[in-house]
C-alpha cells in the first residue's frame, strides 16, 4: 500500500523550510537558485507546493535544503 501523504500533507518539512527561510529573509526564488548552485534542479512554484505541503520533498532535497539554509536534517523534520 502506497501512502501519499500523512496527516494531510504530502512531507513534513515544508513548515520549517518556511520558517528557515523567512527567518534568513530569502525569497522562494532566492532559494531555488541557492538550491540550484547546490546541484538540486528545483523552481519557484516546487519551493511554493513543498511549504503548502502540497509536494514530496526528496532525501536529496532534504540533505541540501539543510545544507542551504544552515539548519539541520532533524530540526527540519521536527526532530528537534
Known amino acids: 500500500m502506497k501512502i501519499y501523504d500523512y496527516g494531510g500533507q504530502k512531507n513534513i518539512s515544508g513548515d520549517r523550510i518556511h520558517q528557515a527561510r523567512t527567518a534568513k529573509r530569502l525569497s522562494q526564488y532566492d532559494l531555488a537558485s541557492k ?31 539543510a545544507r ?12 528537534e
Open 35 to 65: 538550491m540550484q548552485v547546490e546541484g538540486v534542479m528545483i523552481e519557484r512554484e516546487a519551493i511554493s507546493k513543498i511549504e503548502t505541503g502540497d509536494r514530496f520533498v526528496t532525501d536529496y532535497e532534504l540533505l541540501n535544503f
Open 68 to 79: 542551504v539554509l544552515g539548519v539541520t536534517m532533524s530540526w527540519l523534520t521536527g526532530q
